[in-house]
Nanobody
Framework: QVQLEESGGGSVQAGDSLRLSCAASGRTFSTYTLGWFRQPPGKDREFVSTISWSGGGTSYADSVRGRFSISRDNAKKMFYLQMNSLKPEDTADYYC???????????????????WGQGTQVTVSS
């Protein structure tokens, strides 16, 4: 299994940008589909974005497409979520996750991801 740890959350104003990072440990990091999920206050955890092992395949939730960008660096065992044009509705705890499954655009259910970080809080004020 792979262990994950997020960093980079914080409190920002609407329209600002943040970059979340996720550090991974484990020998098979490059074979995992990686993802970002978020859990708004009082709501269920929801899909944000995923990326294939090569980085060539990416998926985004409709609510973030065009504003957020996922990337990974297998050599450094890191992956990232660049969040631009943040909105108050982006306020949530953000989690990085790894699935030992082939990438697919339909791979969006949290139950498909077996490894999770501890979460990092993002607060966007208007």
């Amino acid at each position: 299994q792979v262990q994950l740890e997020e960093s980079g959350g914080g409190s920002v104003q609407a329209g600002d940008s943040l970059r979340l990072s996720c550090a991974a440990s484990g020998r098979t990091f490059s074979t995992y589909t990686l993802g970002w999920f978020r859990q708004p206050p009082g709501k269920d955890r929801e899909f944000v974005s995923t990326i294939s092992w090569s980085g060539g395949g990416t998926s985004y939730a409709d609510s973030v497409r065009g504003r957020f960008s996922i990337s990974r660096d297998n050599a450094k065992k890191m992956f990232y979520l660049q969040m631009n044009s943040l909105k108050p509705e982006d306020t949530a705890d953000y989690y990085c996750a790894a699935a030992f499954k082939p990438y697919a655009e339909t791979l969006r259910d949290p139950t498909d991801f077996g490894s999770w970080g501890q979460g990092t809080q993002v607060t966007v004020s208007s």
